[in-house]
Nanobody
């Protein structure tokens, strides 16, 4: 198991910025591709962003492109999700997920392709 620990959620106002962190302590994190997903009340879990194992490639859902930035620091076994220009529709529980991959080209926007998950971090954005 690769325990993923998320932090950084909170109650924000529209237009604010917030950074989520996802830490996988004690692992060779550079072997893992990582994705962020979110689930709003009454909705299915949806893709937000993904990053290749080296960090050289990033991918975003259309709804967050230009506002959110995913990055990673493999030396710290940490992936970040910087969220700018937050909107009320960004309100959700945010999850990070990881899977060990053999290629830096690999990414997936499908939650079923990820093996390890964090506990979730609540982000609430008021108007």
């Amino acid at each position: 198991q690769v325990p993923l620990v998320e932090s950084g959620g909170g109650l924000m106002q529209a237009g604010d910025s917030l950074r989520l962190s996802c830490v996988a302590p004690g692992r060779t994190f550079s072997r893992y591709a990582v994705g962020w997903f979110r689930q709003a009340p009454g909705k299915e879990r949806g893709f937000v962003a993904a990053i290749s194992r080296s960090g050289s490639r990033t991918y975003y859902a259309d709804s967050v492109k230009g506002r959110f930035t995913i990055s990673r620091d493999n030396a710290k076994s940490t992936v970040y999700l910087q969220m700018d220009s937050l909107k009320p529709e960004d309100t959700a529980v945010y999850y990070c997920a990881a899977v060990q991959v053999g290629s830096d080209l690999w990414y997936s926007a499908s939650s079923v392709d990820y093996v390890y998950w964090g506990q979730g971090s609540q982000v609430t954005v008021s108007s």
